[in-house]
């Protein structure tokens, strides 16, 4: 059950158009060059509108690191790490929601900004400006946004062995609604050629590794409807620390996909090799084997995890506690997620919070007798297809994807 649509109004327009047998790309660009209006005259019979696609340059870099108020947050260097206790629900409200950044926050007007789709598997170079992108049909995603190295800390506390890169805890996620354009539909503005493989996604963040971060999509996750090109989170435009004005988001992939200041799309007929898949954001260690270009095994989708919304460690006083958490997986809904206060000897069902949707993340509760002294829980969350947490993730250099169950410290006082 995904709690995307597309708008109303555009899904109308569209009917309209292709019963008057235009084809998608046609509609795109009529929408974007005259609004309905355009599409509107063109279903009448009164000829496509011609006017040209343009847009203006990318403003410049502000050195400030970051925009919001760090304080209710676990400051890692620059980046935000979230505290799960303080989460108030299902959605993450933006001023609560981590940050992550590779150099600094961009703070970028619309007027000066535009994005540029471009490469040799598009027929034709797009330059959009903020309205053009406003113009096409807008879908709404609920997603959570995981960096790949969520828990990255517990291969240090968990197996004795630190990997490199910000000792995140358990709060380098948040739960977002998210709206935007699809993806697909901005690449089939520029018409997609047969051949097309890779589409690679720059940021603006011109201070980053490589001057502007940036990462490759496959061509199939690239054209599925639910990767979106985001100008609203949580009803709000798009602050600047998650990208304004636009920024990618790829329900259940890890966190580097998902660029923010968007300025340029690179479509290519081969598979294209940069630093975001070659050193960073690939699994290297001995369990995993390298492949084309890269140093190991390239990270793309999220795993499955669970995690206590409570602080690490936590103190509770002797007496009856519902305790609370947070469980996703990008394979679908989760099915279950087992509590053991006994270091794993014994498991208990939680209650798992319905409705669920498809690339939300789930919340889970159950009803906890605490006695005075030291204790820890674990967590485990398996979903629908069977997926579940393993005792145990083989070491990665980089500390990617760390999913074992955690045994959350709780000192209960009398
Ligand atoms: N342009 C740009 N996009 C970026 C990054 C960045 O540094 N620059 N960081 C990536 C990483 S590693 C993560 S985990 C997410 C974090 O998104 P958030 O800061 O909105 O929570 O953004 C991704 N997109
Ligand atoms: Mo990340």
């Known amino acids: 059950m995904g709690l995307g649509t597309w708008s109303e109004q555009s899904e109308c327009l569209w009917e309209l158009a292709s019963g008057e047998g235009m084809p998608r790309r046609q509609f795109l660009a009529l929408l974007v060059a005259g609004g309905a209006a355009a599409v509107l005259a063109a279903c009448g019979g009164r000829g496509s509108s011609s006017t040209p696609i343009t847009g203006s340059p ?11 108020d760090p304080t209710p947050f676990i400051q890692l260097g620059d980046s935000l790490e979230s505290r799960l206790e303080l989460m108030p629900g299902l959605i993450t409200p933006n001023d609560l929601f981590f940050v992550r950044n590779n150099s600094a926050s961009v703070d970028l007007s619309v007027d000066g900004w535009s994005l540029i789709v471009e490469g040799d598997a598009v027929e034709q170079r797009l330059d959009l400006s903020y309205d053009d992108i406003l113009r096409l049909p807008s879908r709404s995603v609920t997603a959570y946004l995981e960096c790949a190295g969520n828990h990255r800390v517990m291969f240090d506390r968990l197996q004795g ?152 460690p936590a103190r509770l006083e002797a007496g009856p506690h519902t305790l609370r958490g947070y469980a996703h997986s990008p394979r679908g809904q989760i099915y279950r997620v087992q509590y053991s206060d006994d270091g794993g000897a014994s498991w208990h069902d939680s209650r798992v919070l319905t409705p669920q949707s498809q690339y939300s993340w789930a919340q889970f509760e159950f009803a906890w007798s605490a006695s005075a002294g030291e204790h820890t829980i674990m967590t485990r969350a398996t979903d629908i297809a069977g997926n579940t947490q393993p005792d145990r993730v083989p070491f990665n250099q980089k500390g990617y994807l760390f999913n074992q169950p955690l045994p959350h410290p709780i000192r209960v006082s009398a």
């Not at 990318?58 to 919001?68: M, R």
């Not at 062995?161 to 089939?188: E, F, H, K, P």
């Not at 602050?239 to 300025?263: C, E, M, N, T, Y």
């Open 58 to 68: 990318a403003s410049t870099v502000d050195p400030a690191a970051l925009f919001k």
């Open 161 to 312: 062995r630190a990997a490199d890169g910000t000792q995140w805890g358990r709060g380098a996620i948040g739960n977002g609604i998210w709206i935007g354009v699809s993806l697909a539909d901005v690449l089939t503005l520029a018409g997609l050629a047969d051949d097309a493989v890779s589409v690679l996604l720059v940021g603006l963040d011109k201070d980053s590794p490589e001057g502007g971060f940036q990462r490759v999509l496959p061509l199939e996750k690239a054209l599925d409807t639910d990767t979106i090109l985001a100008y609203e989170m949580n009803g709000e435009p798009l602050p600047r620390d998650h990208g304004f004005p636009l920024r990618a988001i790829v329900p259940g992939w890890v966190g580097s996909s998902q660029i923010k200041w968007l300025g340029r799309i690179v479509v290519s007929a081969d598979p294209q090799w940069t630093r975001n898949n070659t050193t960073s954001y690939v699994l290297i260690g001995d369990d995993y084997s390298p492949e084309g270009e890269a140093l190991g095994q390239v990270v793309t989708e999220q795993n499955i995890k669970s995690a206590l919304a409570l602080p690490w």
